[in-house]
């Protein structure tokens, strides 16, 4: 095939046209005319070209900018508008052997750039180097990549928010819930078509109320920064689904919008965080700032590779034709390099003041916080947050490892962060799975943690609780496989986590039996039960509360299709399910003794006997320290005392509350249950795992001792 070589256009010289500025960078109109910024340190020269339409095969105008401020390059353009395409060549070097990337035969979208105009089409000539040449990342490719490359787009963000701002809901009272835009949405019957997949929907009545009813106060939605369909997987008729594949930090996916002009898909996401906060519920983003979509050496180049491959990438030191690789992704971005640190503060700041969302989570954060190879709590990447008065304030949480040596960081973030904490996922799922000798560290994740976070001076909600997440088993499937089933993936089911403390009680996969299916349901019920209980910042994995399956496939990455959408025309077992689940969800709302502000708070006027909280073992003694590693250790409770001092209100103030004691069993035998002499009071049954429509309507009155039934929970409650 011949040689697509740069179109040979007429290029503007931009001393007869305004310089521009070069702040903000980006392409900003200001109602007359777009101003362009781009940061190139190491180019010798940068073109802006513009396009007509989505369907140019090349720029119809190559503008040389002259203007250069602090390795910003810049100009001013009157005329221009909303709707504008557009997209840069940077010349240079091409010196991979040096790290230097350089081809201006690439048509590169700007980091900056805050919409869409044209999406990536997969074609050999988006790549820097020849892709048949033997010599791969070190040849160097003529052709020309303007009809494939993705394109920014010039948008109004002007939006009437109507007095909408962020809802700031304390942490110790957020209940989570992690979605997927297009899987949450995509088969429920009360959205309509047209909305099903989209932002609309997610901001729809149906899902609003669901959450609601579930006592969900925030929404954490996977990725939604526009990403990019790897092109193996796209060659193989499947797609990024969960979307952690970033290539524009500023830009909603277009692909979950209803509405396809770029401006309008901006418009459609302010609109969905508007309606959510309107329902009360905060708008999380997990967001993916650890590595980028153009992969490693032999990754195509689309954006920051080809403008300025040493300044966004950790590169080898030695061999910075190499790429540092702490995401298992091909790539890291540099936040050791100011710019790079820049263009995320930039882009946190522009979805927190621009788009109103209220916090972030984010992935592989151990990344971030990596200075010369060492995870670093003094990194500037952390120092950079704490002292921006517009992120300081809004929910950060942490995923608190990466692939790298030392990247497993639980616990050790620093203040202001929460954290997904793996230790308490591996731990839930141990107990109830039945493994010997986990009672002790299952009380220390109950209580909050504190063995993690109480030394650095941080709260049990700083422990981001969860027992599924997307990335793993569904609940449905934690109960029903023990090994994994990913053929579907392509990969011979090589990828996803082989480690999963899973248990199919008795059968693997579906099976029609009554007593397995019995003991599935009570397993799920104890799971979530325990995740809602627990103090520290519950997080519902998606679908969980549906009876989702993926059929047991815990990498699930690339099924854009019902394996991974939630089901929503439930079955009488998956109906009692989520009425139990938002059974609980409403009580944990209605008890700030199961969400205290702080770890175990001194009280000089408390008296023997009045505890903060204790742990009981069935024969109604205190539990010592000796009790909690025997191997024949399987029930024990959990005692919180309703005037403990952690318990606040929303303001702040001490409130009481009623006293609650949470009893576990794991054994597969019953077991009487008997309570302390000065907890032997009136207490009812709130939840039964093993009877899951106690305490609905009027709670029965416990009756001591208590039976517990094989493999179940029971909440007691004390009216104060």
């Given at each position: ?508 996969g579906e099976t029609d039996d009554p007593e397995i299916r019995e003991l599935r349901l009570r397993q799920r019920r104890n799971l979530y039960a325990t995740l809602l209980l627990s103090q520290g910042v519950p997080m519902i994995s998606g679908g969980d509360e549906l009876g989702r399956t993926q059929g047991g ?120 249950f008997y309570l302390p002499e000065d907890l032997r009071r009136q207490w009812t049954i709130a939840v039964d795992t093993a009877d899951p429509a106690a305490g609905d309507g009027v709670e029965p009155v416990a009756c001591l001792p208590i039976t517990l039934q094989p493999r179940s929970l029971v909440l007691l409650?004390?009216?104060?």
């Amino acid at each position: 095939m011949p040689a697509r070589r740069v179109p040979a256009l007429k290029t503007v010289d931009t001393q007869d046209l305004a310089p521009g500025a070069p702040f903000p960078q980006g392409a900003t109109w200001d109602g007359r005319g777009v101003n362009f910024a781009i940061f190139a340190a190491s180019a010798d020269a940068v073109d802006l070209c513009l396009f007509r339409s989505a369907r140019s095969r090349r720029e119809y105008e190559r503008i040389r900018l002259k203007h250069r401020t602090a390795d910003v390059w810049h100009c001013y353009l009157p005329g221009l508008g909303p709707g504008q395409l557009y997209g840069y060549r940077v010349h240079g070097p091409y010196k991979p052997e040096k790290g230097l990337r350089y081809n201006p035969n690439k048509i590169l979208l700007d980091p900056y750039t805050k919409a869409i105009g044209r999406s990536l089409r997969w074609d050999d000539s988006v790549f820097g180097y020849e892709v048949a040449n033997r010599q791969h990342d070190l040849s160097f490719d003529r052709r020309d990549s303007a009809a494939f490359a993705p394109l920014g787009c010039v948008v109004d963000e002007t939006f009437d928010w109507q007095g909408d701002s962020q809802l700031k809901r304390p942490w110790h009272d957020t209940i989570i819930y992690e979605a997927h835009v297009k899987g949450l949405t995509m088969l429920h019957p009360q959205v309509l078509p047209h909305l099903r997949g989209t932002y609309a929907g997610v901001a729809s009545k149906a899902i609003l109320e669901h959450l609601q009813k579930l006592g969900v106060t925030a929404i954490e939605l996977m990725p939604v920064h526009h990403f990019l369909h790897d092109r193996h997987l796209a060659q193989a008729g499947l797609s990024n689904y969960w979307g952690y594949n970033t290539l524009g930090f500023f830009i909603p996916e277009p692909g979950y919008a209803s509405r396809k002009t770029p401006g309008g898909v901006v418009r459609e996401f302010k609109e969905m965080v508007k309606r959510i906060h309107a329902a009360g519920i905060e708008v999380i983003l997990d967001v993916v700032y650890n590595h980028t979509a153009e992969g490693d050496q032999m990754g195509p180049s689309l954006s920051f590779r080809g403008i300025d491959n040493t300044a966004y990438y950790r590169l080898m030191a030695g061999a910075p034709r190499y790429y540092m690789d702490y995401t298992g992704c091909g790539n890291t971005l540099n936040m050791v390099h100011p710019h790079s640190l820049r263009l995320l503060m930039d882009s946190l700041r522009y979805w927190v003041t621009e788009m109103h969302v209220d916090g972030f989570r984010f992935d592989l954060a151990s990344a971030l916080a990596r200075e010369l190879h060492e995870v670093d709590q003094l990194g500037a990447f952390f120092d950079t947050i704490y002292q921006d008065p517009t992120l300081a304030t809004v929910k950060l949480i942490a995923e608190p490892w990466d692939l790298g040596e030392g990247g497993y960081q639980v616990g050790n973030f620093p203040l202001g962060w929460t954290e997904w904490n793996g230790m308490y996922r591996d731990t839930i799922r141990r107990f109830w799975k039945g493994e010997p000798s986990t009672c002790g560290e299952t009380a220390t994740r109950l209580a909050g943690s504190a063995d993690l976070y109480e030394s650095s001076r941080r709260r049990p909600s700083a422990s981001i609780n969860f027992v599924t997440a997307h990335d793993g088993f569904t609940l449905r499937d934690l109960v029903s496989y023990n090994t994994k089933h990913n053929e579907a993936n392509g990969e011979e089911n090589r990828d996803g986590a082989d480690h999963n403390h899973s248990w199919n009680c008795g059968v693997e996969g579906e099976t029609d039996d009554p007593e397995i299916r019995e003991l599935r349901l009570r397993q799920r019920r104890n799971l979530y039960a325990t995740l809602l209980l627990s103090q520290g910042v519950p997080m519902i994995s998606g679908g969980d509360e549906l009876g989702r399956t993926q059929g047991g496939n815990n990498n699930a990455y690339c099924q854009d299709n019902p394996l991974s959408w939630y089901p929503w025309g439930l079955g009488a077992e998956d109906r009692d399910f989520l009425a139990f689940a938002r059974k609980l969800g409403q009580l944990r709302r209605n008890h700030p003794n199961l969400r205290r502000h702080s770890f175990a708070e001194s009280d000089p006027m408390a008296g023997p006997g009045e505890q903060s909280l204790d742990w009981i073992r069935s024969d109604g003694r205190r539990m010592a320290g000796k009790d909690w590693d025997q191997p024949s250790m399987w029930t024990f409770g959990f005692y919180l005392n309703g005037q403990a001092l952690e318990i606040r209100s929303l303001t702040g103030e001490h409130q009481e509350d009623d006293d609650l004691i949470i009893l576990f069993n794991i054994h597969h035998e019953e077991v009487d249950f008997y309570l302390p002499e000065d907890l032997r009071r009136q207490w009812t049954i709130a939840v039964d795992t093993a009877d899951p429509a106690a305490g609905d309507g009027v709670e029965p009155v416990a009756c001591l001792p208590i039976t517990l039934q094989p493999r179940s929970l029971v909440l007691l409650r004390h009216a104060r």
